[in-house]
Protein backbone atom coordinates (compact mmCIF):
# COMPACT_ATOMS: atom_id res chain seq x y z
CA UNK A 1 0.00 0.00 0.00
CA UNK A 2 0.74 3.67 -0.55
CA UNK A 3 2.21 5.59 2.67
CA UNK A 4 2.11 9.57 3.00
CA UNK A 5 4.30 10.87 5.57
CA UNK A 6 4.11 14.10 6.82
CA UNK A 7 7.39 14.67 9.16
CA UNK A 8 6.09 17.71 10.93
CA UNK A 9 3.43 17.53 13.75
CA UNK A 10 3.23 20.76 14.37
CA UNK A 11 4.29 24.22 12.96
CA UNK A 12 3.98 28.22 13.57
CA UNK A 13 3.93 31.07 11.33
CA UNK A 14 3.80 34.59 12.19
CA UNK A 15 0.98 36.14 10.27
CA UNK A 16 1.52 37.67 6.79
CA UNK A 17 4.66 35.16 6.92
CA UNK A 18 5.63 32.26 4.60
CA UNK A 19 4.90 28.70 5.77
CA UNK A 20 5.97 25.70 4.03
CA UNK A 21 4.66 21.88 5.14
CA UNK A 22 6.29 19.02 4.29
CA UNK A 23 4.69 15.66 2.86
CA UNK A 24 6.21 12.84 1.18
CA UNK A 25 4.73 9.93 -0.23
CA UNK A 26 6.12 6.37 -1.52
CA UNK A 27 4.22 4.75 -4.42
CA UNK A 28 5.39 2.47 -7.52
CA UNK A 29 3.00 4.04 -9.59
CA UNK A 30 3.50 6.77 -12.07
CA UNK A 31 -0.31 8.02 -12.32
CA UNK A 32 -1.68 9.23 -9.31
CA UNK A 33 -3.04 12.51 -7.47
CA UNK A 34 -2.24 14.59 -4.31
CA UNK A 35 -4.39 16.44 -2.31
CA UNK A 36 -3.90 19.15 0.70
CA UNK A 37 -6.64 19.48 3.06
CA UNK A 38 -7.30 21.31 6.16
CA UNK A 39 -9.16 20.97 9.16
CA UNK A 40 -9.77 23.98 11.07
CA UNK A 41 -11.49 23.44 14.86
CA UNK A 42 -14.97 22.95 13.05
CA UNK A 43 -13.22 19.96 11.76
CA UNK A 44 -14.86 20.31 8.58
CA UNK A 45 -12.24 18.87 6.38
CA UNK A 46 -11.95 21.13 3.02
CA UNK A 47 -10.04 20.83 0.31
CA UNK A 48 -7.10 23.44 -0.44
CA UNK A 49 -5.82 22.51 -3.27
CA UNK A 50 -4.62 19.20 -5.80
CA UNK A 51 -2.28 18.04 -8.12
CA UNK A 52 -2.10 15.66 -11.20
CA UNK A 53 0.55 13.78 -11.25
CA UNK A 54 1.10 13.85 -15.08
CA UNK A 55 1.07 17.38 -14.82
CA UNK A 56 4.34 18.90 -14.15
CA UNK A 57 3.58 22.98 -13.37
CA UNK A 58 2.53 23.16 -9.58
CA UNK A 59 -0.50 23.81 -9.00
CA UNK A 60 -1.70 27.20 -6.97
CA UNK A 61 -4.87 28.50 -5.42
CA UNK A 62 -4.73 32.29 -4.11
CA UNK A 63 -2.09 32.06 -1.44
CA UNK A 64 -1.96 28.42 -1.63
CA UNK A 65 0.98 26.87 -3.77
CA UNK A 66 2.94 23.54 -3.76
CA UNK A 67 5.84 22.44 -4.59
CA UNK A 68 5.42 19.17 -6.26
CA UNK A 69 8.78 17.14 -7.05
CA UNK A 70 7.89 13.79 -8.59
CA UNK A 71 10.97 12.20 -8.75
CA UNK A 72 11.79 12.93 -5.40
CA UNK A 73 8.12 12.11 -4.22
CA UNK A 74 7.55 15.47 -2.74
CA UNK A 75 4.52 17.40 -2.47
CA UNK A 76 4.99 20.39 0.00
CA UNK A 77 2.63 23.03 0.49
CA UNK A 78 3.27 27.21 0.58
CA UNK A 79 0.93 28.89 2.25
CA UNK A 80 1.96 32.81 1.43
CA UNK A 81 1.05 35.88 3.64
CA UNK A 82 -0.61 33.68 6.75
CA UNK A 83 -4.00 34.42 8.18
CA UNK A 84 -5.61 33.84 11.43
CA UNK A 85 -8.19 31.54 9.43
CA UNK A 86 -5.50 29.28 7.93
CA UNK A 87 -4.84 27.99 11.60
CA UNK A 88 -5.92 24.04 10.98
CA UNK A 89 -4.24 21.35 10.93
CA UNK A 90 -3.35 20.45 7.32
CA UNK A 91 -3.52 16.54 5.57
CA UNK A 92 -1.35 15.20 3.10
CA UNK A 93 -3.47 12.81 0.72
CA UNK A 94 -2.35 10.60 -2.38
CA UNK A 95 -5.08 8.82 -4.50
CA UNK A 96 -4.17 6.43 -7.03
CA UNK A 97 -4.85 6.71 -10.71
CA UNK A 98 -4.90 2.77 -11.02
CA UNK A 99 -5.78 0.73 -8.50
CA UNK A 100 -9.35 2.12 -7.37
CA UNK A 101 -10.09 4.53 -4.99
CA UNK A 102 -8.40 4.63 -2.39
CA UNK A 103 -6.86 7.63 -0.63
CA UNK A 104 -4.07 7.82 1.64
CA UNK A 105 -3.67 10.40 4.17
CA UNK A 106 -0.67 11.77 6.52
CA UNK A 107 -0.78 11.98 10.00
CA UNK A 108 -0.95 15.56 9.90
CA UNK A 109 0.38 19.27 10.73
CA UNK A 110 -0.86 21.56 13.43
CA UNK A 111 -0.28 24.84 11.86
CA UNK A 112 -0.42 28.18 14.67
CA UNK A 113 -0.86 31.43 13.06
CA UNK A 114 1.09 34.03 15.22
CA UNK A 115 -0.81 37.81 15.39
CA UNK B 1 -25.93 20.84 -2.75
CA UNK B 2 -25.98 20.08 0.53
CA UNK B 3 -22.65 18.40 0.72
CA UNK B 4 -22.50 15.26 2.37
CA UNK B 5 -24.85 14.85 5.47
CA UNK B 6 -24.07 12.62 8.69
CA UNK B 7 -26.17 12.14 11.43
CA UNK B 8 -25.59 12.84 14.62
CA UNK B 9 -22.87 15.36 14.90
CA UNK B 10 -22.36 13.78 18.22
CA UNK B 11 -23.57 10.78 20.12
CA UNK B 12 -23.08 9.53 23.60
CA UNK B 13 -23.66 6.54 24.94
CA UNK B 14 -22.61 3.82 27.16
CA UNK B 15 -20.55 0.68 26.68
CA UNK B 16 -21.85 -2.13 25.42
CA UNK B 17 -24.52 -0.28 23.96
CA UNK B 18 -25.31 -0.31 20.39
CA UNK B 19 -24.45 2.76 17.84
CA UNK B 20 -25.62 3.36 14.35
CA UNK B 21 -24.12 6.16 12.13
CA UNK B 22 -26.13 7.59 9.02
CA UNK B 23 -24.37 9.53 6.03
CA UNK B 24 -25.79 10.48 3.02
CA UNK B 25 -23.49 11.23 0.01
CA UNK B 26 -23.75 14.03 -2.47
CA UNK B 27 -25.84 13.24 -5.59
CA UNK B 28 -24.39 11.62 -8.29
CA UNK B 29 -21.69 10.79 -6.44
CA UNK B 30 -20.73 6.96 -6.20
CA UNK B 31 -17.59 6.57 -3.84
CA UNK B 32 -18.23 6.34 -0.56
CA UNK B 33 -15.94 6.25 2.46
CA UNK B 34 -15.89 6.01 6.09
CA UNK B 35 -13.16 7.01 8.22
CA UNK B 36 -12.14 6.84 11.49
CA UNK B 37 -10.26 10.04 13.39
CA UNK B 38 -8.04 10.11 16.74
CA UNK B 39 -5.54 11.48 18.33
CA UNK B 40 -3.22 8.61 18.42
CA UNK B 41 -4.20 7.04 14.90
CA UNK B 42 -5.15 10.04 12.93
CA UNK B 43 -7.52 9.16 10.14
CA UNK B 44 -7.98 5.48 9.63
CA UNK B 45 -9.79 4.11 6.75
CA UNK B 46 -12.39 1.63 7.53
CA UNK B 47 -14.44 0.94 4.70
CA UNK B 48 -15.47 2.20 1.25
CA UNK B 49 -17.86 1.65 -1.49
CA UNK B 50 -17.90 1.57 -5.08
CA UNK B 51 -21.38 1.78 -6.43
CA UNK B 52 -22.67 0.99 -3.17
CA UNK B 53 -20.16 -2.37 -2.98
CA UNK B 54 -17.94 -2.73 -0.25
CA UNK B 55 -14.56 -2.68 -2.33
CA UNK B 56 -12.48 -2.81 0.89
CA UNK B 57 -12.96 -3.37 4.37
CA UNK B 58 -9.91 -4.36 5.77
CA UNK B 59 -9.72 -1.09 7.88
CA UNK B 60 -12.90 -2.27 9.78
CA UNK B 61 -11.56 -2.67 13.58
CA UNK B 62 -13.50 -5.81 14.01
CA UNK B 63 -16.55 -7.95 13.52
CA UNK B 64 -17.98 -5.19 16.09
CA UNK B 65 -18.57 -2.87 13.45
CA UNK B 66 -20.40 -3.08 10.49
CA UNK B 67 -21.38 -0.84 7.32
CA UNK B 68 -24.28 -1.16 4.75
CA UNK B 69 -24.96 0.95 1.66
CA UNK B 70 -28.65 -0.08 0.95
CA UNK B 71 -28.68 2.27 -1.77
CA UNK B 72 -26.75 5.21 -3.56
CA UNK B 73 -28.06 8.04 -1.12
CA UNK B 74 -27.32 6.08 1.93
CA UNK B 75 -25.21 3.94 4.37
CA UNK B 76 -24.74 3.27 7.64
CA UNK B 77 -21.46 2.58 10.27
CA UNK B 78 -22.97 0.15 13.02
CA UNK B 79 -21.13 -0.72 16.34
CA UNK B 80 -22.25 -3.43 18.40
CA UNK B 81 -21.24 -3.55 21.09
CA UNK B 82 -19.61 -0.34 21.48
CA UNK B 83 -16.78 0.09 23.85
CA UNK B 84 -14.82 2.96 25.08
CA UNK B 85 -11.82 2.98 22.53
CA UNK B 86 -14.19 3.07 19.86
CA UNK B 87 -14.63 6.75 21.02
CA UNK B 88 -13.52 8.88 18.13
CA UNK B 89 -14.51 11.40 15.27
CA UNK B 90 -16.45 9.11 12.40
CA UNK B 91 -16.52 11.05 8.88
CA UNK B 92 -18.18 9.89 5.80
CA UNK B 93 -16.91 11.34 2.74
CA UNK B 94 -18.10 10.62 -0.91
CA UNK B 95 -16.46 11.22 -4.45
CA UNK B 96 -17.13 10.17 -7.70
CA UNK B 97 -15.55 7.18 -9.01
CA UNK B 98 -13.36 8.81 -11.94
CA UNK B 99 -10.08 8.66 -10.96
CA UNK B 100 -8.46 12.17 -9.25
CA UNK B 101 -11.62 13.06 -8.13
CA UNK B 102 -11.74 15.06 -4.92
CA UNK B 103 -13.10 13.70 -1.53
CA UNK B 104 -16.26 15.79 -0.20
CA UNK B 105 -16.49 15.35 3.99
CA UNK B 106 -19.37 15.20 5.97
CA UNK B 107 -18.61 17.49 9.24
CA UNK B 108 -18.30 14.21 11.08
CA UNK B 109 -19.87 12.09 13.70
CA UNK B 110 -18.43 12.70 17.63
CA UNK B 111 -18.53 9.57 19.61
CA UNK B 112 -18.14 9.03 22.81
CA UNK B 113 -18.78 5.97 24.85
CA UNK B 114 -18.49 6.03 28.42
Known amino acids: AQTVTQSQPEMSVQEAETVTLSCTYD???????LFWYKQPPSRQMILVIRQEAYKQQNATENRFSVNFQKAAKSFSLKISDSQLGDAAMYFCAYRSGHTGNQFYFGTGTSLTVIP | DAGVIQSPRHEVTEMGQEVTLRCKPI?????LFWYRQTMMRGLELLIYFNNNVPIDDSGMPEDRFSAKMPNASFSTLKIQPSEPRDSAVYFC????????????FGSGTQLSVL
Open chain 2, 93 to 104: ASSFGQFGEKLF
Open chain 2, 27 to 31: SGHNS
Open chain 1, 27 to 33: TSESDYY
